[in-house]
């Protein structure tokens, strides 16, 4: 039985390995992209800045999208910890007990 199995899998190896070379001579290299956020339809000042600054200044929509999440991310800690001292869960003054 676990020649079998051991000659199935090899048969399954040696076919992907004949059929590869076949699916990358399909055929010729693939022009180069060319992503851009479409601003036609955006009327929201906001969001057809960040649109904009996405089509024209990759680095700094890269800036502040690191900046935003860092921020949005503190926001939701600070609201949590709130809510959660008003449901009368104090994490601050939790003891880690190890055993």
């Not at 601003?39 to 502040?64: D, K, Q, S």
């Not at 949590?80 to 008003?86: A, C, E, G």
């Amino acid at each position: 039985m676990k020649r079998q199995v051991a000659l199935l899998v090899t048969g399954l190896l040696g076919l992907d390995a004949l059929l590869a070379p076949l699916a990358r001579a399909a055929g010729g290299k693939a022009s180069d992209l060319v992503v851009v956020a479409d601003t036609r339809v955006l009327n929201n000042e906001i969001l057809l800045y960040f649109a904009n600054l996405y089509n024209t200044n990759i680095v700094l929509f890269a800036v502040w999208t690191v900046v935003l999440t860092a921020a949005y991310g503190c926001f939701l800690g600070v609201t949590m910890d709130k809510l959660m001292s008003l449901t009368g869960l104090d994490l601050r003054s939790r003891k880690i007990v190890e055993h």
